[in-house]
Structure formats: C-alpha cells, structure tokens
C-alpha cells in the first residue's frame, strides 16, 4: 500500500493520468490487508515484524518512481503486481489442505 500512496503524490505532478489506476490498485490493496488482518485477528497473531520496513522500502520505491514519472510509476507497478501474485498464488497452493482458510484468504 506505501507504494501506491507515495506513487499518488508524485503522480499530482508528475502523472496526473496514473492517479485513478493507483487509486484503484490502493483500493484492492486495502481489500487484502482488511481480509488478512481479520485472519490475524481472529487467530491472535500480529502482523509480521518486518511489516514497517517493508513498507518503508515500498515508500521509497514508490518516491523514486514516482519522481520518474509515468512510465516508472506504471513499469514498477506492473513488475510489483506479478511478483505479488504469482507468489500468493505459490503461497495458496502450499497452503492448501494444509490450511485452507489462509489459502482461502490468499485467493
């Protein structure tokens, strides 16, 4: 999600087109984060401890790119989005009968 909020600020100036794509792309992301908070939640756990950094990384990937410009904000994005999904469809597929809620959510 820190990538696409930091992509959106640049993008005011940088890319205005791209604002209504990362609006939508923070929007599906928020979708996930409540699907896997709620799993969480209900199994007592807390989200990873590297969480923060990992959103600082995206935070500055998301600066950068955005500073680019267009075809940066767009190139990242996509590259972003198959590395994501293809590993949560991995993940689904490990986890499944193994635990099928967590492969569920992941679906």
Known sequence: MC????????????????????????AHERGHGA????V???RNRRQCRSYLWCCFGEFVLGTVTGLAGRQAILASTAAIERVVLRHM???????SGVDDEAATTLR
């Open 89 to 95: 469809h991995e993940q689904a597929e490990t986890l």
């Open 3 to 26: 990538i696409y909020r930091a992509q959106g600020w640049f993008a005011l100036w940088r890319a205005p087109d791209t604002l209504d794509e990362l609006d939508d792309f923070l």
């Open 40 to 42: 969480l939640r209900r």
């Open 35 to 38: 699907r896997f908070g709620a």
